[in-house]
């Protein structure tokens, strides 16, 4: 058993079963025990990577196509330069290096780092060393100025709940403990007005999924945005309308039990970008766009040719399967979306279809 496993068993034997949500919660940010709290989860030693940590290619389109919507709005200066869940800080720092070109854009930017974890705030730290940055714990946080926000695989580690439909309601789905072990139980039917507009897709049966983090984080951001111009691009995985059960655990880049290991493996669920979407109603949702299709329509190929140039051996395979990796469909490319908030009649940016 973990050390947090004997922590929640105990817990829930005295205190009764507790929410996906709160499990989900406890697993990733126990200040002690927690995933986040405790490692760098990333790359080939860790549990898995993203797609910043894949190529230098995707911080670098992606940060070109923020100074581009930037310039599209008359260069407004200062403006925040934010990003939530930045990991190793990665992202960030290819943003900046590629941002370089663009005249005005770094003087005008103040760099905002959203992230709850003190062992990865060092990382980050470390990676932008000679960059002026600002730390916090909140979106709420950020300036009241024009936003230009990132965020990659930052929404799917937000703390999910789950509803089973069941001829008398919703059972909300929880973790409990059966035999002295961590296991699935559900609570009794109850109707949930929230979810009224699930009764028209769903069946007995069937599991929807919320995450009540996510609308006030993105009202927070979309206040700024519509105040004051900017942009939020946002990279995940999931669709556009989530059913089903999507929770899941990632231990040394396999799948695990996401029961067996808390605190000690990954947990995330996939993002409903419809919910993000609608939590912003003052700004234009631009069509869902699957994170190939967005980065080949920035010319990522052309990037990915003129890097290969400069490469042989084994540093040119691993450049040519990275950009496999990030692009193709059997891979990164359609299970990853992109989703652009943007100011209502701002210009359409790159990448989505008008
Ligand atoms: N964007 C990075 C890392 C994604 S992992 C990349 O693409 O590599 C998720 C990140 O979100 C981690 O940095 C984690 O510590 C952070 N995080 C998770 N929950 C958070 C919360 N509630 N508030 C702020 N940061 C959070």
């Known amino acids: 058993m973990t050390p947090l496993a004997e922590i929640l068993t105990q817990r829930i034997a005295k205190a009764g079963p507790i929410s996906v949500a709160e499990y989900m919660a406890e697993c990733l940010l126990h200040p002690e025990h927690g995933y986040y709290a405790t490692r760098d989860p990333f790359g080939a030693g860790g549990d898995f990577t993203t797609a910043p940590e894949i190529s230098q290619m995707f911080g670098e389109i992606a940060g070109l196509w923020l100074a581009q919507v930037w310039l599209d709005q008359g260069a407004p200066a200062p403006f925040t330069l934010a990003e939530p869940g930045p990991g190793r800080g990665t992202l960030m720092a290819d943003i900046l290096r590629a941002t370089r070109a663009v005249p005005g854009f770094r003087d005008a930017a103040r760099v905002h780092l959203v992230e709850a974890s003190p062992t990865l705030r060092g990382i980050q730290r470390e990676t932008l060393a000679g960059c002026e ?168 190929t052309a990037r990915a040719q003129a890097l290969a140039a400069k490469l042989r051996g084994p540093a040119l395979e691993s450049h040519i399967a990275a950009h496999r990796r990030l692009t193709h469909p059997q891979e990164m490319g359609t299970l990853f979306k992109t989703l652009a908030l943007m100011p209502i009649n701002a210009p359409t940016p790159p990448g989505f279809a008008p």
């Open 133 to 300: 940055a600002t730390w916090c714990g909140s979106v709420a946080e950020l300036p009241d100025q024009p936003l230009f926000l990132i965020a990659n695989e930052f929404f799917d580690a937000l703390p999910i709940r789950q509803f089973q439909r069941d001829a008398g309601g919703w059972r909300e789905r929880q973790v409990a403990v059966i035999g002295g072990r961590l296991a699935f139980g559900l609570s009794d039917p109850a109707p949930i007005a929230a979810l009224d507009a699930r009764l028209a897709d769903t069946r007995p049966g069937d599991i929807v999924e919320t995450c009540p983090q996510a609308a006030p984080i993105i009202a927070e951001i979309a206040a700024r945005i519509e105040a004051h111009g900017g942009a939020a691009l946002i990279f995940d995985y999931g669709g556009w309308h989530s059913l089903g059960d999507t929770f899941q655990a990632l231990r040394g880049h396999e799948p695990d039990d996401p029961l067996a290991h808390p605190g000690a493996a990954d947990l995330t669920a996939h993002v409903d970008f419809e919910a993000l979407a609608a939590a912003a109603p003052g700004l234009t949702a631009l069509p869902l766009t699957g994170q190939g299709m967005f980065l080949e329509r920035l010319g990522i």
